[in-house]
T-cell receptor
Framework: GAVVSQHPSRVICKSGTSVKIECRSL??????MFWYRQFPKQSLMLMAT?????????EQGVEKDKFLINHASLTLSTLTVTSAHPEDSSFYIC???????????FGQGTRLTVV | QKEVEQNSGPLSVPEGAIASLNCTYS??????FFWYRQYSGKSPELIMF????GDKEDGRFTAQLNKASQYVSLLIRDSQPSDSATYLCAVNLEGWRGSARQLTFGSGTQLTVLP
């Protein structure tokens, strides 16, 4: 399958700071990228869908001003958690799809801990 | 009622046995069904997908779908300790290569294969 690289794999930050997570499709052009959040022992929850060159579509209950998503190119999407708080600590996972009607591939995930 | 339900487990089976994982879903419009394996601290990896009633086999894995009863299962034959992981069921409202936008995940079943 295609390769999606997510960086960093782990990050610890202080409360009130911002953290940027990168998601790259290494061997295909990702027209659509998805950002998920997973709390311990819970299911993956879709946060937002981003299409290259346009604004992200956020799921209900996800604050767009807190979770900034940029999908400026066909190979890179970024998620910035602004003014992070301990309750934002979670496992963030991206997935990417390169055209309509193809499966999406997951990145390795980012474990965010806010202290 | 949750859209996708799985028994959280843990499910323990001895090495070499058959592990049976079950999943039920509520939306009769669901078209395609996916099984993902997720190791602790890692992102999910796709094992199989199925979209037609009946069985689909891939190596030691068999997916079974019954749309009338709205359940999908995963059988793992000759279970190995390396199969120990959380198995996530996901359903999609579109066709078998449909958008991950509509992927809805169950909370996962934790499987332990005892050596």
């Amino acid at each position: 399958g295609a390769v999606v690289s997510q960086h960093p794999s782990r990050v610890i930050c202080k409360s009130g700071t911002s953290v940027k997570i990168e998601c790259r499709s290494l061997d295909f052009q990702a027209t659509t990228m998805f950002w998920y959040r997973q709390f311990p022992k819970q299911s993956l929850m879709l946060m937002a869908t981003s299409n290259e060159g346009s604004k992200a579509t956020y799921e209900q209950g996800v604050e767009k001003d807190k979770f900034l998503i940029n999908h400026a190119s066909l190979t890179l999407s970024t998620l910035t958690v602004t003014s992070a708080h301990p309750e934002d600590s979670s496992f963030y996972i991206c997935s990417a799809r390169h055209k309509m009607n193809t499966e999406a591939f997951f990145g390795q995930g980012t474990r965010l801990t806010v202290v | 009622q949750k859209e996708v339900e799985q028994n959280s487990g843990p499910l323990s089976v001895p090495e070499g046995a058959i592990a049976s994982l079950n999943c039920t879903y509520s939306d009769r419009g669901s078209q395609s069904f996916f099984w993902y394996r997720q190791y602790s601290g890692k992102s999910p990896e796709l094992i199989m997908f199925i979209y037609s009633n009946g069985d689909k086999e891939d190596g030691r894995f068999t997916a079974q779908l019954n749309k009338a009863s709205q359940y999908v299962s995963l059988l793992i034959r000759d279970s190995q300790p390396s199969d120990s992981a959380t198995y996530l069921c996901a359903v999609n409202l579109e066709g078998w290569r449909g958008s991950a936008r509509q992927l809805t995940f169950g909370s996962g079943t934790q499987l332990t294969v005892l050596p």
